[in-house]
């Protein structure tokens, strides 16, 4: 891999690459499956259904979104914050959720705007991966259960959009300093670690059941 590092260089600790999103298509189409790095720049988020039928809606009605997706990262995330004096909002803690709930949706968001990333917990298909493939997008995997290390990298809540709905729904543009680890799980050129693991282990599926079978015709001797 030989992505371009953003100023902050390199992770002291865990000596990661660190990355600028939203990624140049250079920086997304020479990342590797199974590359880790850290993120530094700016997302877009929302965990909500309605939220992604809403743009779907805008889309069909040709209307114009909150905040423009054109190249954006676009993240399966949480956020929970609180107001602060001045006005604005303060993120308290982030929280990804399962992409796969949002296949219908992400082959169409991927092409209309170019998503430069998307990122959530576990996957994406394979009609969403052809869309990444087509227009130099890669899925970074989350890990779950990773709320406190995540949330450290979420230094501000730049604005929200829809605020209709509740907080996590909402389309939320964060500020993130070394957001991570995240791994390329789908890469730009459609390659998936899901599929590999899927494939993997429907090869290895035949013989677990012939050597179950065995044991319990041995068990019952």
Known sequence: MSPTMSEAGRDADLDL????????????????????????????????????????????????????????????????????????????????????????????????FGLSATAGKGGLDMECARAMQEVGCVYFSMMGGASPLLSEGV??????????????????????????????????HGRSLYEDLARDAKAKLPEILARLNAERAQAGR
């Open 17 to 112: 690459p660190r990355l600028t999103v939203p990624l140049s298509r250079a920086d997304a189409r020479n990342l590797a499956l199974g590359d880790v790095v850290r993120l530094d720049g700016e997302a877009i988020v929302t965990i909500g259904m309605p939220t992604h039928q809403r743009i779907m809606a805008q889309i069909a009605e040709e209307k114009p979104l909150p905040f423009d997706l054109t190249g954006a990262a676009f993240f399966h995330l949480s956020v929970c914050s609180r107001e602060t004096p001045a006005g604005g909002a303060e993120p308290l803690y982030v929280n990804p959720t399962t992409s796969t709930r949002f296949n219908p949706y992400l082959p169409t968001l991927i092409r209309r």
């Open 155 to 188: 230094t501000a809540i730049v604005e929200t959009a829809w605020d209709d709905l509740i907080m996590q729904f909402r389309l939320t543009r964060v500020r993130l300093s070394g957001f991570g680890p995240l791994t390329v799980a789908i890469d730009a």
